[in-house]
């Protein structure tokens, strides 16, 4: 096990979220479609000491009113898992309020986040996620339909800085979001134009703390890879909290490293290799439960084996077997012929995940014509399925 550097601990606050719900360490798991489902937020959960806010991935409003089988399994929550956190997707005030009143009248989460910051094509291309906010008038309608539908229920909503640097929206998003009620707001410092290139901006997040009411909480996103940066993160911009996307990525016990720094411990240690190989175990098998079929859970594994073992001696050979493995039996036998004893290492620090550079942002037709145009982006603007 390796020790990490020494770092002091910042003065945060619980993060509040309306009048029932109080969030220690103020750190949240981003969603991430295809990621951040039952079995990882468990693993998570597990390394944190079920401490922080680990959110669902991506619901779809259509899906959810409509009680979709995909979407119902997905919102399954175990029940270990307090508080249970939902993140909405939708372009239709009706449609998100009427998920907000099932969500709440249901009694299926205790927290509600709309999804304002995805830039990916499938959504944007409709008005959703991170294309949404150049819509003023329309953002306002969505955050007063879910905000008034879901009761006592905390709403809260993640954005991005705005489609490019010529429609820059996270400030009015900001001040629209005050107006309405929402409980925190979270931002990632980048443009829907950058996905996951270059570096996040901080400093637009210290200026949306800076323009929004003091008692309304921020949440700063975008590149955190380690604990220390999310000490730094809440120095240098004034943020609330953190919400950790990518950098959990192969590393659900970048929880524990989190727990530890705002509660002013350096005692944890890095995790050595057989640390690592267990867990991608206990991975699979929680996917395989959730599943209902082990294949199926370790196939689905197959994408995290490349962030698990990053920076490792794997060789090759074994890392292609990792990635193509269907049973836990050859799942553990590769596992074991890797060295259990390697100390973490350096190379497995920073950026993982997607970082790859500009992508066009697909809008709908017109989009950038009026930014105060309330309209609903089409019939089929709904996505009818979940988790992105």
Known sequence: MTEPAAVTTPAVQP????EQLSVWPPVVLAPMAGITNAPFRSLCREQSGGKGLFVSEMITTRALVERNAKTMQLIHFDPSEQPRSIQLYGVDPEYVGRAAKMIAEEDLADHIDLNFGC????????GGGSALPYKRNLLREILRAAVGNAG?????????????????????????GADEGVAAIA?????????YSGEADWSSIARLREVVP???????????????????MVRETGCDGVVVGRGCLG?????????????????????????VAKTMVRHAQLLGEWL?????????????????????????????????????????????????????????????????????????????????????????????????
């Open 15 to 18: 993060l509040r979220l309306g």
């Open 119 to 126: 830039p990916v094509p499938k959504v944007t291309r409709r």
């Open 152 to 176: 006592r229920l905390p709403v809260t909503m993640k954005m991005r800085k705005g489609i490019d640097d010529d429609h820059i929206t996270y400030l009015d998003a900001g001040r629209i």
């Open 187 to 195: 931002l990632h410092g980048r443009t829907a134009i950058q996905h």
């Open 214 to 232: 003091a008692h309304l909480p921020v949440l700063g996103n975008g590149d955190i890879w380690s604990a220390d940066d999310a000490v730094r």
């Open 251 to 275: 590393r659900p016990w970048l929880f524990k490293e989190l727990v530890s720094v705002f509660e002013g411990q350096v005692d944890y240690a890095r995790p050595d290799f057989g640390y």
């Open 292 to 388: 209902g079929d082990e294949k199926r859970g370790v196939v689905d594994f197959r994408k995290h084996v490349a962030w698990y073992t990053k920076g490792f001696s794997v060789g090759s050979e074994l890392r292609s077997g990792l990635a193509t493995a269907s049973s836990l039996a050859e799942l553990e036998e590769l596992l074991a012929r890797i060295d259990a004893a390697q100390p973490w290492p350096d190379s497995a620090d920073g950026p993982r995940g997607r970082t790859a550079g500009a992508h066009k942002v697909v809008l709908p037709e017109g989009w950038l014509d009026d930014p105060y145009d309330c309209a609903v982006p089409g019939a089929d603007a709904e996505l009818d399925t979940s988790g992105g």
